[in-house]
């Protein structure tokens, strides 16, 4: 087992940045290919950015690329999504997720292994 803890989240005006973090606790850290996910009102669970094991590849959604920093800590067991030039369509609730496989199918949400609880981020316009 691996918990997913989320946090950062908050309210921040249009063009503004947040940082997001997820500690994780369970099994080893640097085992799993780590993932930013997130959920508007009323919409699927969308893919947002992932991270190798060693941390020498990223991938992001078009939507997010160039604004946002996928990153982890394997020495502190964390994930950390920077948030840049934010817009109000970036309002959802952000999940991290851990996914134990390889280096494919990403972007799928049932690919994932283990899911934290969510924190929420508001874009104000």
């Known amino acids: 087992q691996v918990q997913l803890v989320e946090s950062g989240g908050g309210l921040v005006q249009a063009g503004g940045s947040l940082r997001l973090s997820c500690a994780a606790s369970?099994?080893?850290?640097?085992?799993?290919?780590m993932g930013w996910f997130r959920q508007a009102p009323g919409k699927e669970r969308e893919f947002v950015a992932a991270i190798r094991r060693n941390a020498d590849s990223t991938y992001y959604a078009d939507s997010v690329k160039g604004r946002f920093t996928i990153s982890r800590d394997n020495a502190k067991n964390t994930v950390s999504l920077q948030m840049n030039s934010l817009r109000p369509e970036d309002t959802a609730v952000y999940y991290c997720?851990?996914?134990?496989?390889?280096?494919?199918?990403?972007?799928?949400?049932?690919?994932?292994?283990?899911w934290g609880q969510g924190t929420q981020v508001t874009v104000s316009s």
């Open positions: 997720a851990a996914r134990g496989s390889a280096w494919t199918n990403i972007i799928r949400t049932y690919n994932y292994d283990y």
């Open positions: 369970g099994r080893t850290f640097s085992n799993y290919i």
